[in-house]
């Protein structure tokens, strides 16, 4: 089976552009969280949706916003680029959502967006 | 505010030596996850500990869960070079977001 997949790979950009990131889940899966994780440090969370609802935000401006569509897949859109947004974006598909407790909500990740800003 | 710290940051070892990477996290959590990432790479799975006692192992890891000391550890059994990589802890509080330590980077030398 295909694991989460992601698009681009890279991306380059410049100061107040916009930018939308793409993720498929694995199949069967219907949740997909976003994380930026800046070099250096741990993965933030920035948003969960489940069943095309989203159901978790992080501490992120409204510059950020996702959805999610009826195959489960999900865009995240990031308006007016500044140079702190560079980083590795990071999709996760698991069955379920976070707030519920199994193992059967384990994350998976994808490989990533690596986000330049410029 | 949640803080989940990991310690230590950084971590250089020689083959064969044995260490333990501590992850404390500052509010309850009802399970907590390892991932292992390669440098430029994405986060691979290790464990998901669900309780408190929970002793999970895999090859020379090992993880376990003191949920009312808010404490996991993982334990690394006769290092060996391809365990080298960035190991996070991660939670998740009441509010349902995956809460990620700093991570701790693990050099293994020859």
């Known amino acids: 089976d295909a694991g989460v997949t992601q698009s681009p790979t890279h991306l380059i950009k410049t100061r107040g552009q916009h930018v939308t990131l793409r993720c498929s889940p694995i199949s069967g899966h219907k949740s997909v969280s976003w994380y930026q994780q800046v070099l250096g440090q741990g993965p933030q969370f920035i948003f969960q949706y489940y069943e095309k609802e989203e159901r978790g935000r992080g501490n992120f401006p409204d510059r950020f916003s996702a959805r999610q569509f009826p195959n489960y897949s999900s865009e995240l859109n990031v308006n007016a680029l500044l140079l702190g947004d560079s980083a590795l974006y990071l999709c996760a598909s698991s069955r379920g959502v976070l707030a519920v407790v199994s193992s059967y909500n384990e994350q998976f990740f994808g490989p990533g967006t690596r986000l330049t800003v410029l | ?110």
């Open chain 2, 1 to 110: 505010e949640l803080k989940v710290e990991q310690n230590p940051l950084f971590l250089s070892m020689q083959e064969g030596k044995n260490y333990t990477i501590y992850c404390n996290y500052s509010t309850t959590s009802d399970r907590l996850y390892w991932y292992r990432q390669d440098p430029g790479k994405s986060l691979e799975s290790l464990f998901v500990l669900l309780s408190n006692g929970a002793v999970k192992q895999e090859g020379r890891l090992m993880a376990s869960l003191d949920t009312k000391a808010r404490l996991s550890t993982l334990h690394i059994t006769a290092a060996v070079h391809d365990l080298s990589a960035t190991y996070f802890c991660a939670v998740v509080p009441s509010t349902g977001k995956l809460i990620f330590g700093q991570g701790t980077t693990l050099q293994v030398k020859p």
